[in-house]
């Protein structure tokens, strides 16, 4: 599955939340999100419109790696 070319970050925190993330605080244009579950995890997510290419990727490595999922296997679950 490719990843997606007009996603905003608002739009990954809140599909994020599906897995579990909740925002823990938020800096000008950068929120953080925390997850307990299995193990505690934090990743930060700018909120841009659109977030370019390199940005979402990493962010959605930094997921897969914590909750041990491939990339299309997490990108099924956020975006099915």
């Known amino acids: 599955m490719r990843l997606p070319r007009d996603l905003s970050g608002a739009e ?3 599909r994020l939340g599906r897995l579990g993330y ?3 605080r938020q800096t000008g244009s950068h929120i ?16 841009h ?4 290419i390199g940005t979402l ?3 959605l ?8 999922l491939s990339r299309d296997a997490l990108l099924q ?4």
């Not at 953080?32 to 909120?47: D, E, F, I, M, N």
């Not at 419109?49 to 370019?52: A, E, G, Q, S, V």
């Not at 679950?77 to 099915?80: G, I």
């Open 12 to 14: 990954l925190v809140k």
């Open 22 to 24: 909740t925002v823990s």
């Open 32 to 47: 953080r999100l925390s997850c307990a579950q299995p193990g505690r995890h934090h990743v930060t997510v700018p909120v």
């Open 49 to 52: 419109d659109p977030l370019r």
């Open 57 to 59: 990727a990493a962010v």
């Open 61 to 68: 490595d930094a997921v897969c790696q914590h909750h041990a």
């Open 77 to 80: 679950r956020l975006f099915d």
